[in-house]
């Protein structure tokens, strides 16, 4: 190697001046690479103006870097019926009904059209009781954010919305007792089911749809081929839109993340009674439409505790009226009196992490729904440590009530029932809940603390 | 003093006036051959017989005085290879030998004039390039060049740095040291380069001089490396020693970037030049322009065809060069830069021959002491216009360099009534000036010197190229008068050190055997 040559001063200013030009157009490219990020590849939910659609379909954070590509999530379906509830028999029933009601345009039609065939995740994800509103591709509690592709997460109206079904119309307007209402409609017009939110989710089995991905996940043909295939498939039949070149390459590459991930929570949530099993294995009682295991899912995926072989399945509650359950005793067993908290730990269960939680997005949703403002909570002595947060850094105001409508109990009361159900109450149930509902601030008497 | 001499059946002529100085030089006439560079020399700043004969030649077109050409007094600060320097004692004979035909030269112009058949006065301009030095040479690879500041020159983006105070002490004492070497080589003065944009002036200039310690900030500081040159070549000379200061009259800083500071104006030379007479400055001569070349100095054109011959020369001395070349270049810029150059000047290409300097050497005439001499440059070259500025007082001498280059013999005809005005009606028989071109101030001599020895390069004043590049080569041509055989010293060190005498190897060792 012969020796470094030494660089005359003009030689030495010209290569310092370089160096600067090479400095100066990397830090433009990496403005240039910030920008395009900024405004085109940075991961932004799909907003809505309407606090009730917010509700409905805004993002909370768990559609965010977890979440599933809405292109998979809405081929999984028909490339993996048989893990469907009833082994999928269900769900090719009402395929075929819809394709016999309106028979699929050819993609020649489609194009001259410019619409598309019914996808079949409709029918598919119809199956766990998840409500799709007509017109929309997803269903109420289905929230979608585009993390280089769209994804797909959950959000509160997934477990705290449901329908009523109603006799006729007007036994619907009597709901909210408000002229200006108008009921959606789920399902058949003659089902007359009517959303309410706010309400538990009775009728969707939440056990059965992350079964479902698991064994979806399971399942060797979980591959990233046979699942752009599937989508180019559904694509050529016009039941789904194209892939672009950059979606499929982006798809083609999350796919591997996407299935050890709902494998790993797979192995996390191992002990649920929809899985597979062996004989001796601990598991869980079946959850069931409307009822949830609250706190196994959080010891085993957020705390990573041993399984213990306690479980506690139980009713999704109503989230109606939430300003004066600040100061009560929160969640299942009552360990907590924030609301604020209570709305972050609702949201992890929702799916969303306490690294992806879109803290403005649900506050928005707890504002909607009538929480107390986060920093009032922080107020409060008892409970955890919270985040100081600036209410000036939310759009949406804290109202005293709440803008979500509040139902009535829209059928006929039988009296007679109701004064038997009265002394039942207040024998078994009065003691730790209050009598005449007067909103107890405390569990009066716990039997645990006695013991 | 001065007192007018009436020539016999000449009209009221003011050039051929001599004109004494306070220092008791007297120059025989008003005509100033004023400093213009060349590289005829040595590498080393040894002097060549190629300059003898270009100084004299002038010196026989009849001037009263010569100025050297730019002399640096030190290796760092020369502006370009082969320019005679003074940073040497070894350089004294060179000189010695120049004024010596320059003052024989000068008597044979005027053989038959009394008083115009003195000797022509030979003033060594003392210079140092700072920080525009255009081509350091090998010497200069790896230093940058000194200056009063550490920005580098705004125009070729020649690199510098701020000089210390020992520095600044270092190189005064080389002004002095080279004044004493002229006054051993019998020369008749010095001049301190104290203008268009070289060390002097980036000290004076206040767009330039960003000090804040005793040789920055107020005109006062700024002036006090200039100052403490003329008094230490004073002490140096013991007082004895002809000593002029050529300064800007205004820096004009902006012309070429109209977003820099203008710099340095005429109330601020007035004082410095106060400040320098009192000091002991025997004359003022007077230039304008911060930066060399500037639009005003040389007053003339951009050539942009000899810029692109030629400042290739110059793409390694400075950060800006490269640039400057791409402009020059261009299609559209170096024509734009051209027009532009023209434009920034101030004074029409047809007024350049008015003098774009007289304005202000008239206001320095009025303001300064009458017994000192101002001698403008700027575009002189005809009689008229010289005559009228003499007769008007506005100044005491003319010089002029590069219509001197074009016509050596200017003064002669000058001193024959004839001027540049009259050649459209004179017989061709009369005088050779129907056959004869003024100077164009197409400044194409500016760039080909960077490369080429200077001379006329304007093709439009010769019949053939040939003819043009004949006259350029004259300096060259093998004189005997001006042979260094003659004087018994070959060119280079006065003084070789003998060369060793190495004895072949055997009789070495044969040495130690015995």
Request: aromatic residues 10%.
């Amino acid at each position: 190697m012969p020796p470094k040559e030494r660089l005359d001063v003009v030689a030495a200013a010209y290569a310092q001046r370089r160096r600067r030009i090479v400095f100066a157009i990397g830090m433009l490219l990496a403005l240039v690479v910030v920008a395009i990020f900024w405004y085109y590849l940075r991961p932004l939910p799909v907003d809505y103006a309407n606090a009730k659609e917010h509700f409905k379909y805004g993002s909370i954070g768990s559609d965010s870097y977890d979440g599933i590509p809405l292109a998979v999530w809405r081929i999984l379906p028909e490339t993996f019926p048989e893990y469907l509830p009833h082994g999928g028999e269900n769900y090719l029933r009402a395929i075929a009904l819809r394709d016999q009601q309106q028979p699929p345009a050819t993609p020649a039609r489609l194009s001259l059209s410019k619409t598309r065939n019914p996808s079949n995740h409709i029918e598919g994800y119809s199956q766990f009781g998840f409500m799709f509103e007509s017109g929309r591709e997803l269903p109420v509690g289905f929230s979608q954010r585009r993390v280089y592709v769209d994804r797909v997460g959950l959000n509160c109206a997934v477990c705290h919305s449901s329908t009523v079904k109603v006799n006729s119309t007007d036994q619907a307007y009597k709901l909210y007792n408000d002229p200006d209402w108008k009921p959606v409609f789920i399902g058949k017009p003659e089902e007359y089911r009517v959303l309410v939110l706010g309400m538990p989710a009775h009728a969707m089995d939440l056990e059965a749809y992350f079964t479902f991905l698991f064994r979806c996940a399971e399942d060797g043909r979980f591959t990233s081929d046979i699942l752009l295939a599937a989508i180019d498939r559904a694509a050529a039949a016009g039941r789904v839109p194209k892939l672009s070149l950059i979606e499929s390459a982006i798809i083609k590459r999350s796919i591997g993340t996407l299935r050890s991930t709902l494998l790993t929570r797979r192995k996390q949530l191992h002990y649920l009674a929809l899985l597979p099993h062996s004989a001796g294995d601990v598991v869980s009682p079946q959850f069931g439409p409307g009822r949830v295991d609250t706190f196994s899912p959080y010891k085993s995926i957020q705390f990573g505790f041993p399984l213990d072989g306690t479980f506690g399945v139980s009713d999704y509650p109503s989230i109606w009226n939430q300003r004066p359950r600040e100061g009560m005793n929160l969640h299942w067993d009552g360990n907590n009196q924030s609301v604020f908290e209570r709305n972050i730990s609702a949201s992890l269960g929702a799916g969303t992490t306490p690294v992806e939680l879109d803290m403005n997005r649900m506050l928005r949703t707890a504002a909607w729904i009538g929480s107390p403002p986060p920093n009032r909570a922080a107020e409060l002595k008892s409970g955890p440590e919270l985040i100081p947060l600036k209410t000036e850094e939310l759009k949406s105001p804290f109202p005293r009530h709440g803008e979500m409508k509040i139902p009535n109990y829209p059928f006929a009361v039988n009296s007679v029932l109701a004064a038997e159900g009265a002394k039942h109450y207040q024998e078994y149930c009065a003691s730790c809940h209050g009598s005449n509902g007067d909103w107890s601030r405390a569990l009066i008497d716990d039997p645990l603390d006695n013991a | 003093m001065n007192e007018t001499i009436q020539r016999q059946g000449k009209d009221d002529d003011r050039i051929f006036q001599p004109l004494t100085f306070r220092s008791g030089l007297v120059v025989k006439n008003r005509l100033f051959r004023s400093n213009v560079s060349g590289r005829f020399d040595h590498y080393d700043g040894h002097g060549s017989d190629a300059r003898i004969k270009w100084e004299t030649s002038f010196a026989e077109g009849g001037v009263g005085c010569i100025i050297s050409s730019f002399t640096p007094v030190s290796v760092r600060g020369r502006i370009l290879v082969n320019y005679a320097m003074i940073d040497d004692d070894d350089k004294i004979p060179f000189w010695r030998r120049i004024g010596k035909y320059v003052h024989e030269a000068g008597t044979r112009a005027f053989p038959n004039d009394p008083v115009q058949s003195g000797s022509c006065k030979y003033i060594m301009q003392l210079s140092h390039s700072g920080r525009q030095r255009d081509g350091g040479g090998v010497e200069n690879v790896f230093n940058r060049a000194q200056s009063s500041t550490n920005r580098n020159d705004y125009f070729h983006g020649i690199l510098c740095e701020a000089m210390t105070k020992s520095e600044i002490h270092e190189v005064v004492q080389q002004f002095a040291e080279g004044a004493r070497r002229a006054q051993e080589a019998g020369l008749d003065g010095v001049e301190l380069h104290g203008a268009n944009g070289y060390l002097i002036t980036q000290y004076l200039s206040s767009a330039i001089n960003d000090r804040s310690d005793e040789y920055g900030g107020t005109l006062r500081n700024r002036a006090r490396f200039v100052l403490e040159i003329i008094d230490a070549i004073k002490q140096k000379t013991h007082g004895e020693l002809h000593v002029q200061l050529k300064t800007n009259a205004a820096d004009f800083d902006n012309a070429l970037y109209p977003w820099r500071k203008p710099g340095n104006t005429l109330n601020d030379a007035l004082q410095v030049c106060g400040w320098a007479i009192d000091a002991g400055a025997d004359a003022i001569h007077v230039s304008s322009g911060s930066i060399f070349p500037h639009p005003r100095n040389p007053p003339g054109d951009f050539p942009v065809a000899d810029a692109i011959n030629w400042y290739d020369i110059m793409l390694s001395s400075g950060v800006n060069t490269r640039f400057n070349y791409k402009i020059f270049t261009n299609r559209w810029l170096g024509p734009l830069f051209r027009l532009w150059w023209n434009y920034r000047r101030g004074v029409a290409y047809q007024d350049i021959k008015q003098g774009v300097n007289l304005e202000f050497a008239a206001a320095m005439r009025r303001e300064l002491p009458k017994e000192i001499p101002v001698i403008v440059t700027g575009g002189f070259q005809h009689r008229g216009v010289i005559n009228d500025a003499l007769r008007a007082g506005k100044v005491d001498g003319v010089s002029i360099a590069r219509p001197l280059i074009a016509n050596r013999d200017l003064p002669k005809l000058f001193y024959q009534e004839m001027d540049w005005a009259d050649a459209s009606w004179m017989p061709a028989d009369k005088w050779p000036l129907r056959h004869r071109k003024p100077c164009s101030y197409c400044n194409k001599c500016l760039f080909n010197d960077l490369e080429n020895p200077l001379g006329c390069y304007d093709q439009t004043r010769y019949p053939t190229y040939d003819v043009m590049i004949d006259e350029i080569m004259e300096v060259f041509k093998d004189l005997e008068q001006y042979q260094s055989a003659c004087t018994g010293t070959p060119p280079g060190p006065s003084s070789p050190q003998a060369p060793v005498d190495l004895k072949p190897l055997e009789s070495q060792e044969g040495d130690h055997a015995a």
